[in-house]
């Protein structure tokens, strides 16, 4: 599945390497928040072990042999960000020293089997083991599926790639400059061989490693929600507040905005926009009294009204949420009642930042809470 | 009391003891372990050799790394924009130049590339010089059907012909992937990968990127001995043949076993980075210094590559 150079256009090579940055960067963030400096070694290690691991061949009936990528049980056991930085460092080293790949296509080599592969076959995995005891056969064979679907979504990526080229790149007299077969020709001629039996290798191969671990070294299967667990215990409170603190001095932008939120509309603004207020909607509005109905002081709410246009009182339900910008309806700004409303808008802001603040600490320890118990790095 | 030795049964037949001989893996079909083994000592042959060559006075070899990375590079991005098959085929003669220049002896230098070129671009190019697969002028029929051929919901054509379109699509192919190929064993073989690497920064690769890589390319020769050890340990072992189905078994539980080897060790090099003073972020030690001659050489393949595409935009 590695794409030689030569293959490509460099417009589609430049164009996968304008998708594979993006995500080495947001992976590499990842892994040094949940790893900090343990990262590298177990990334280079991670990586030299890929590289070795698509070395082997695989006897398959009929007496010809395989390959395997390896790259979901990798993921299983380092996390997914760590694995697509491993598989990638691979496959660079991979087309560099071995001639295996092509230098200009190891963006979309790396995108395809380095990205791709890694977070389909993880999530897949995830999804299917999820509640899954730690012996349950449902976890190697969610092992197995999800080396299956990681493969094929990555080989289905590739043979877009190259069908593209003959569909896009070819000479005035309709001769191919790159890959010569259109999408029609080159996905069934990919896909055919790895939904049968490059998939089938990669899923075999990925369950029986799955087995095998569970019986001999089960702790290295619960690896990476350790490395999760601790780095959720390490929780940094700083870019919170920094971000909360952004948040405030925002607040009163909101008062800039013209217009109602889309699909915050109160009763007023509905029989404005279409006429008349539904009959469901007129019986439950009202119900609900915000605390600082229209983010304004009770008292100084004529004046509020008066100057930030036709809000009304009774659509506020939301506006404990909704609460640090521009979530109100208001007409073009008079700034007598902008002076009048700030406190009271600056108010509701602090209120509602603290209450959302204090619900997401909350669920965050709810949910975090539970694996604190066991704070190992593997 | 003399004891009683007797051959076993299964030892007299003949295949079932072959692997017990030497030439085993050429006579018959090689066993996966075998075929694996064999894979890992060509693999770590192979970089002693280019460190070799590496280290070899020449003209590549001379070049300040970043120059020569940033020079061959360019050449790689200006083949990938070709579109004339002859200009590639000018950068592929300028490929063997540079590698001549370079004490690189031709003929490896054309057979390492060319014994990879068949088996991908080849295989891939074949069908697409048929009209079944493009469409295309006729260059030579080699089947008439005699009507139209349909097969199910498919139509053939009326004859099967080798079109001259699919012909420059399939030369331009091989060509472009062999320069391609050319130019980036230029590059691994007259460079010591440890300035390869480095030389990396110049494209604004972060410094933990390099020093994972390093890492890494250090870590496969253990891991690969670590595997090659398992793979002799069991062969060593063994008397007859297995049956794939074993080594299927062995070969997904050598995996794992390796799995759980390179992550104590990745644990015991990360205690022992930490004991050394590291701290998360690497240093990484500079000593390239650039001369006169590397940058005449970079204009001359600047001006070269400049050459090509301007004379292909007019050919073309």
Redesign the interface.
């Given at each position: 599945m590695h794409i030689p150079d030569g293959y490509l256009s460099p417009q589609t090579a430049g164009g996968m390497w304008a998708l594979v940055i993006p995500a080495w960067y947001w992976a590499g963030h990842r892994v040094k928040s949940t790893l900090s400096s343990r990262q590298a070694p177990l990334v280079a290690i991670g990586a030299a072990f890929t590289f070795v691991i698509m070395m082997f061949n695989i006897p398959l009936p009929g007496g010809t042999t395989g390959h395997a990528v390896g790259g979901t049980i990798i993921t299983i056991i380092i996390g997914p960000w760590a694995a697509v930085i491993a598989i990638s460092v691979a496959i660079v080293i991979q087309a560099v020293f071995f001639g295996d790949g092509g230098i200009l296509a190891i963006g979309a080599n790396c995108f395809n089997i380095g990205f791709i592969l890694p977070i389909t076959g993880y999530f897949t995995y995830k999804l299917l083991a999820r509640g899954a005891a730690p012996k349950s056969p449902r976890r190697w064979v969610a092992a197995g599926i999800g080396a299956w679907v990681g493969l094929n979504a990555a080989a289905f990526l590739t043979s877009v790639e190259f069908g593209l080229q003959g569909e896009l790149f070819n000479a005035a007299d309709g001769s191919a400059l790159y890959s010569p077969y259109g999408l029609a020709t080159a996905i069934p001629a990919m896909m055919i061989p790895h939904l049968l039996i490059v998939g089938a290798i990669e899923a075999v191969m990925t369950s029986m490693i799955y087995v095998f671990l569970m019986k001999t070294n089960a702790s290295l299967l619960e690896n990476y929600a350790g490395v999760k667990a601790a780095a959720a215990g390490g929780f940094k409170l700083k870019p919170l507040i920094v971000g909360i603190l952004l948040l405030l001095v925002c607040t009163p932008l909101g008062l800039l905005a013209t217009g109602t939120a889309w699909g915050e509309w109160g009763t007023k603004d509905i029989s404005r926009e279409i006429g008349y207020v539904p009959e469901g909607m007129a019986s439950l509005a009202g119900r609900w009294q915000g605390l600082l109905p229209d983010y304004a002081f009770p008292e100084s709410e004529e004046v509020a009204a008066a100057g930030m246009g036709g809000a009304s009182g009774e659509e506020s339900g939301g506006s404990l949420v909704a609460e640090e910008n521009a979530a109100e309806s208001r007409d073009p700004v008079s700034f007598d009642g902008m002076r009048e409303s700030t406190p009271a808008y600056v108010v509701s802001g602090i209120l509602g930042l603290i209450l959302v603040t204090g619900v997401a600490l909350m669920a965050m320890r709810m949910l975090t809470g539970r694996s604190r118990g066991k704070e190992h790095l593997g | 009391m003399a004891e009683q030795i007797s051959t076993p049964a299964w030892m007299n037949e003949p295949g079932k003891s072959d692997s017990l001989s030497m030439s085993a893996g050429r006579s018959r079909?090689e066993?996966?372990?075998q075929?694996?083994i064999m894979?890992?000592s060509e693999?770590i042959r192979?970089?002693v050799f280019?460190e070799r060559i590496a280290a070899r006075p020449g003209l590549l070899q001379e070049t300040d790394p970043r120059i020569k990375t940033i020079g061959l590079?360019g050449l790689?991005?200006a083949?990938?924009?070709l579109?004339t098959w002859y200009i590639v085929l000018a950068i592929y003669g300028l490929t063997l130049m540079m590698a001549f220049a370079s004490r690189i002896s031709l003929g490896f230098f054309i057979k390492r590339v060319w014994l990879?070129v068949p088996i991908?671009?080849g295989i891939?190019?074949l069908p697409?010089l048929f009209n079944i697969?493009?469409?295309?002028d006729p260059l030579l029929t080699i089947w008439e059907f005699g009507g139209e051929l349909t097969l199910g919901p498919w139509s053939l054509g009326t004859s099967l012909a080798v079109t001259?379109?699919?012909l420059?699509?399939?030369v331009?192919?091989i060509l472009?992937?062999?320069?391609?190929?050319s130019?980036?064993?230029l590059?691994?073989l007259t460079t010591h990968?440890a300035d390869?690497l480095k030389a990396l920064r110049v494209f604004l690769v972060?410094r933990?990127?390099v020093?994972?890589?390093s890492?890494?390319?250090r870590?496969?020769f253990?891991?690969?001995g670590l595997?090659a050890d398992m793979f002799t340990a069991r062969t060593s072992r063994m008397v007859g043949s297995s049956s794939?189905?074993e080594?299927?078994?062995f070969?997904?539980?050598?995996?794992?076993?390796?799995?759980?080897k390179?992550?104590v060790?990745?644990?015991d090099?990360?205690s022992a980075?930490?004991s050394r003073g590291?701290?998360?972020e690497?240093v990484i030690l500079h000593r390239f210094r650039t001369v006169a001659g590397d940058w005449l050489w970079l204009v001359a393949v600047i001006l070269l590559g400049v050459a090509a595409l301007g004379s292909d935009r007019l050919i073309?």
């Amino acid at each position: 599945m590695h794409i030689p150079d030569g293959y490509l256009s460099p417009q589609t090579a430049g164009g996968m390497w304008a998708l594979v940055i993006p995500a080495w960067y947001w992976a590499g963030h990842r892994v040094k928040s949940t790893l900090s400096s343990r990262q590298a070694p177990l990334v280079a290690i991670g990586a030299a072990f890929t590289f070795v691991i698509m070395m082997f061949n695989i006897p398959l009936p009929g007496g010809t042999t395989g390959h395997a990528v390896g790259g979901t049980i990798i993921t299983i056991i380092i996390g997914p960000w760590a694995a697509v930085i491993a598989i990638s460092v691979a496959i660079v080293i991979q087309a560099v020293f071995f001639g295996d790949g092509g230098i200009l296509a190891i963006g979309a080599n790396c995108f395809n089997i380095g990205f791709i592969l890694p977070i389909t076959g993880y999530f897949t995995y995830k999804l299917l083991a999820r509640g899954a005891a730690p012996k349950s056969p449902r976890r190697w064979v969610a092992a197995g599926i999800g080396a299956w679907v990681g493969l094929n979504a990555a080989a289905f990526l590739t043979s877009v790639e190259f069908g593209l080229q003959g569909e896009l790149f070819n000479a005035a007299d309709g001769s191919a400059l790159y890959s010569p077969y259109g999408l029609a020709t080159a996905i069934p001629a990919m896909m055919i061989p790895h939904l049968l039996i490059v998939g089938a290798i990669e899923a075999v191969m990925t369950s029986m490693i799955y087995v095998f671990l569970m019986k001999t070294n089960a702790s290295l299967l619960e690896n990476y929600a350790g490395v999760k667990a601790a780095a959720a215990g390490g929780f940094k409170l700083k870019p919170l507040i920094v971000g909360i603190l952004l948040l405030l001095v925002c607040t009163p932008l909101g008062l800039l905005a013209t217009g109602t939120a889309w699909g915050e509309w109160g009763t007023k603004d509905i029989s404005r926009e279409i006429g008349y207020v539904p009959e469901g909607m007129a019986s439950l509005a009202g119900r609900w009294q915000g605390l600082l109905p229209d983010y304004a002081f009770p008292e100084s709410e004529e004046v509020a009204a008066a100057g930030m246009g036709g809000a009304s009182g009774e659509e506020s339900g939301g506006s404990l949420v909704a609460e640090e910008n521009a979530a109100e309806s208001r007409d073009p700004v008079s700034f007598d009642g902008m002076r009048e409303s700030t406190p009271a808008y600056v108010v509701s802001g602090i209120l509602g930042l603290i209450l959302v603040t204090g619900v997401a600490l909350m669920a965050m320890r709810m949910l975090t809470g539970r694996s604190r118990g066991k704070e190992h790095l593997g | 009391m003399a004891e009683q030795i007797s051959t076993p049964a299964w030892m007299n037949e003949p295949g079932k003891s072959d692997s017990l001989s030497m030439s085993a893996g050429r006579s018959r079909r090689e066993s996966a372990v075998q075929k694996t083994i064999m894979g890992m000592s060509e693999a770590i042959r192979e970089s002693v050799f280019s460190e070799r060559i590496a280290a070899r006075p020449g003209l590549l070899q001379e070049t300040d790394p970043r120059i020569k990375t940033i020079g061959l590079l360019g050449l790689l991005i200006a083949t990938s924009f070709l579109h004339t098959w002859y200009i590639v085929l000018a950068i592929y003669g300028l490929t063997l130049m540079m590698a001549f220049a370079s004490r690189i002896s031709l003929g490896f230098f054309i057979k390492r590339v060319w014994l990879f070129v068949p088996i991908f671009a080849g295989i891939i190019a074949l069908p697409s010089l048929f009209n079944i697969f493009r469409p295309g002028d006729p260059l030579l029929t080699i089947w008439e059907f005699g009507g139209e051929l349909t097969l199910g919901p498919w139509s053939l054509g009326t004859s099967l012909a080798v079109t001259h379109q699919g012909l420059k699509g399939a030369v331009l192919l091989i060509l472009r992937v062999a320069t391609s190929v050319s130019l980036a064993v230029l590059w691994a073989l007259t460079t010591h990968w440890a300035d390869l690497l480095k030389a990396l920064r110049v494209f604004l690769v972060p410094r933990i990127f390099v020093l994972v890589l390093s890492m890494t390319y250090r870590y496969i020769f253990l891991i690969l001995g670590l595997a090659a050890d398992m793979f002799t340990a069991r062969t060593s072992r063994m008397v007859g043949s297995s049956s794939p189905r074993e080594d299927r078994r062995f070969v997904a539980s050598s995996m794992a076993t390796l799995l759980g080897k390179s992550h104590v060790l990745s644990e015991d090099v990360y205690s022992a980075m930490i004991s050394r003073g590291y701290t998360g972020e690497p240093v990484i030690l500079h000593r390239f210094r650039t001369v006169a001659g590397d940058w005449l050489w970079l204009v001359a393949v600047i001006l070269l590559g400049v050459a090509a595409l301007g004379s292909d935009r007019l050919i073309g």
